[in-house]
C-alpha cells in the first residue's frame, strides 16, 4: 500500500512537471490547452476503468457515448430554429411518440407470448413495423422541409437554448438511457462478441448522427455553441484583466485567451473531482467488492446468488454515462460539434490505451493514463519533427528522404501510441499505478 501511494505522489508530480515544462518552454495557452483535454480524457478514461477495470465489461462502444454527449451539448444549449419548427416539428414529435408507443407494444407482445417462440418472434416484429411505417410516412416529408429551410444557416431544428453546462448532467442522463438499450440487447454476449457489439453500435449511432441533419445538421456541422466561461473580447474590456496582463508583462490578447482556459479548466477539474470521489466511495463499498468478484470468477458469483448480468447492466450504464458527460464536456470546450470528426482510434481505442497505461481497477491509475496518453498525443508530433530535423539535419534540403520524412511527422504519434502500450505491457503488464489489493 505504501508503495502504491508512493507512486501516485511520483507519478502526479512528474506529470505537473511535464505540463509546466509546456508551459514555460512552449506557452501557457499550449499548457493549459492540454491540461483541458488531459482533464476530459481523463473523465473518459475513468468511464471505461470501471467497465473494464472494476466489472471486465469491454466497452468498445465509447465513441457512440461521446457523441450522444456532444448530440445532447447541442440540443440543450443552441437557439430554437423558429422556421423550423413551424414547419413541422410538433409531427416530429408526435412521430416519435407513436413510434415510442409502438415499441411498448412489441415489447408487452414479446413478453406476452415469452412460452411461444414463433408466434411472439412475428407478432413483434410485425407491430414494431407497423410503428416503423407510420413514422416514416409522418415524418418523411417533415424532415425534409426542414433540412430545406435555410440549410446553409441551419436546417435544423435547433435547440431549447439553455445554459450548456446544463447539458453535461443531461448528456451522462441520455447516455445511461441509450446504455440501458444496449445493455439488455448486448451484455449477454461473452467478452469478444459483446466488443464487435458495442463497436457496431457506436457506429450506428455516428451514422445516425451524421445523416439526421434535421436533429445535428449531419455533416455541415453545428457551430459557435455559447461558452460557459466569459469570451476574451469581453475580458479584454475589464480593468483587472488590463492591470493583470501589465503585471506579468503578457499582451491582453495572451492574458485573456489564458484567463479563458483556466476557466474552462477550473469547471472541468470540478467535475473530475465530482466523478472521482463517486468512483472511489463505490468501488470501496460492498457493491464495489461485489463487483470485482463477479469479475474475478462471474461462476462463482453466480452460484452466490448474485445476478450476474444485472450487475453488468448497473456498471455498463455509469461507465458509459461518464464518458457521455465528458463527450459533452469536449464539444462545449471545441465549441462546435463535428459528427464527421469520431473516429474509433481517438474516442475508443485512445482511451483504452489510457486504462491500460494507468492501470487498469485504479481510479488513480485511469486519471493518470489519460494525462499521460492525451499529452503524448500532442506533443509527439512536434517531438518527431524535432527529432527528425535533428537526424536528417546533415541531407540536404533537396534531398527525397527528408522531404519524405519530415512529412511523416504526424505519424509519430501513432508511433507513440504503440510503442508506450508495448513498453507498458512488457515492464508493468498492471499499468503504471496497479490496482490495490483489497481485503
Known amino acids: 500500500m505504501k508503495n502504491i501511494k508512493e507512486r501516485i505522489w511520483l507519478t502526479y508530480t512528474a506529470m505537473t512537471c511535464l505540463l509546466l515544462f509546456v508551459a514555460f518552454f512552449q506557452s501557457w495557452n499550449v499548457a493549459l490547452s492540454i491540461l483541458n483535454l488531459c482533464i476530459i480524457s481523463a473523465i473518459m478514461s475513468l468511464g471505461i476503468n470501471i467497465q473494464w477495470g472494476n466489472s471486465g465489461i469491454v466497452n468498445f462502444g465509447a465513441m457512440g457515448f461521446t457523441a450522444l454527449g456532444g448530440l445532447c451539448a447541442v440540443i440543450i444549449s443552441m437557439p430554437l430554429t423558429k422556421g423550423a419548427w413551424e414547419i413541422g416539428g410538433f409531427k416530429i414529435i408526435l412521430a416519435i411518440i407513436i413510434f415510442l408507443i409502438f415499441i411498448f407494444l412489441a415489447n408487452r407482445t414479446w413478453k406476452f407470448y415469452k412460452n411461444s417462440p414463433k408466434k411472439k418472434i412475428c407478432f413483434g416484429l410485425l407491430i414494431f413495423l407497423i410503428g ?76 445516425f448522427i451524421k445523416n439526421e441533419d434535421w436533429l445535428s445538421r449531419g455533416v455541415k456541422n453545428v457551430n459557435g455553441l455559447p461558452r460557459p466561461v466569459p469570451y476574451e473580447i469581453e475580458l479584454q474590456n475589464s480593468a483587472w484583466l488590463i492591470n493583470l496582463s501589465e503585471k506579468f508583462d503578457f499582451s491582453l490578447v495572451v492574458m485573456s485567451s489564458i484567463t479563458v482556459k483556466l476557466s474552462y479548466s477550473i469547471l472541468f477539474l470540478l467535475v473530475l473531482i465530482i466523478i472521482f470521489i463517486f468512483l472511489e466511495t463505490i468501488s470501496k463499498s460492498p457493491w464495489g467488492r461485489m463487483m470485482r468478484a463477479i469479475r474475478d470468477n462471474e461462476v462463482s458469483a453466480g452460484a452466490m446468488g448474485k445476478d450476474v448480468k444485472k450487475r453488468h447492466l448497473q456498471v455498463f450504464i455509469i461507465g458509459s454515462a461518464i464518458v457521455g458527460i465528458a463527450g459533452a464536456m469536449m464539444t462545449t470546450l471545441d465549441g462546435q460539434f463535428t459528427p464527421a470528426s469520431y473516429q474509433p482510434i481517438r474516442y475508443t481505442f485512445l482511451i483504452w490505451i489510457m486504462v491500460i497505461v494507468g492501470g487498469s481497477g485504479n ?24 527529432l527528425i530535423e535533428l537526424l536528417t539535419s546533415y541531407l540536404e534540403d533537396s534531398s527525397e528522404l527528408k522531404n519524405r520524412l519530415l512529412d511523416s511527422a504526424a505519424h509519430m504519434r501513432l508511433i507513440m501510441m504503440g510503442l508506450i502500450l508495448l513498453i507498458t505491457l512488457r515492464f508493468a503488464p498492471k499499468g503504471i499505478i496497479e490496482e490495490q489489493k483489497r481485503i
Do not use: Q
Not at 451522462?172 to 441509450?178: M, W
Not at 488513480?364 to 500532442?378: M, Q
Open 132 to 207: 416503423f411505417l407510420i413514422l416514416r410516412i409522418i415524418a418523411d416529408p417533415v424532415i425534409h422541409a426542414i433540412e430545406s429551410y435555410e440549410p446553409a444557416k441551419t436546417g435544423y431544428l435547433g435547440g431549447m437554448n439553455l445554459p450548456v453546462i446544463i447539458s453535461w448532467p443531461i448528456a451522462g442522463c441520455l447516455a445511461a438511457l441509450i446504455a440501458l438499450l444496449i445493455g439488455k440487447i448486448a451484455l449477454g454476449l461473452r467478452s469478444d462478441y459483446l466488443a464487435i457489439a458495442t463497436l457496431g453500435i457506436s457506429e450506428i449511432i455516428i451514422y
Open 363 to 386: 481510479n488513480y491509475g485511469a486519471v493518470l493514463g489519460g494525462f499521460i496518453v492525451w499529452f503524448l498525443w500532442v506533443e509527439s508530433e512536434p517531438l518527431g519533427l524535432w
